[in-house]
């Protein structure tokens, strides 16, 4: 029974966390940080990632342009694109180390990698969320500028970050049910063997009888 839960446990952990390594992967690369809406040309929306910037079109068409430089980004894009890579090579870190540990190790060496990698994914998306939540209620702003809003790809950074941190937490359980198991019962020794005669010595049979 114990052996069938530890072994669900960590298929669900393992499930969880590529999952979540997943979703962090396409936050990464997804030109859905921030989005924007113009009150002058409404058929546009400009929407903003960690590596560049795309308009989408009513029509249907989508023009995308890199950020021109890594130094010329906001502090917490550019630390939020540091992290994210961080949090993408972990994943992967820790589903090399967790996979081969199902049913049968005693301890799932990915469960780190995981716990690391979702903080990191959490991290940057919700310093990036709570810069535009400051932006956008800015007194000093005029009303009549454009504001960023939440784009697609906050929601699905923290999803994946707590699929992340959920996985990790789900194996390292099954790791440690595995570790402070009962130990079985020792083998019951038997009692020694009375001890033969010894070897070259034949004892007298008892009331036998004497030769002459």
């Known amino acids: 029974m114990a052996r069938s839960w530890r072994a669900k446990a960590q298929a669900g952990g393992m499930l969880l966390a590529l999952l979540g390594w997943v979703s962090s992967c396409v936050t990464t690369f997804v030109p859905l940080w921030k989005s924007l809406n113009l009150d002058l040309n409404e058929l546009e929306v400009w929407t903003m990632g960690l590596w560049q910037v795309c308009i989408s079109r009513e029509e249907g068409g989508v023009e995308c342009q890199a950020h021109s430089s890594f130094l010329a980004l906001p502090p917490d894009l550019r630390v939020s694109r540091l992290l994210m890579c961080l949090s993408n090579g972990l994943g992967l870190l820790g589903a090399l180390l967790a996979a081969p540990g199902l049913e049968g190790c005693s301890t799932c060496q990915g469960t780190p990698a995981f716990g690391v990698a979702g903080t990191t994914t959490l991290a940057p998306v919700s310093w990036v969320a709570y810069n535009t939540v400051l932006d956008f209620w800015d007194d000093t702003v005029p009303d009549i500028v454009p504001r960023w809003e939440f784009g697609e790809a906050t929601f699905l950074g923290w999803f994946a970050g707590a699929f992340l941190a959920a ?7 099954s790791a440690r049910s595995t570790g402070t198991a009962t130990p079985a019962a020792p083998a ?3 009692p020694p ?9 034949h004892p007298h049979p008892k009331n036998a009888d004497l030769v002459i």
């Open 193 to 201: 063997a009375a001890p033969g005669p010894l070897r070259g010595h």
């Open 188 to 190: 019951r020794r038997r």
């Open 167 to 173: 996985g990790g937490l789900l194996l390292a359980c």
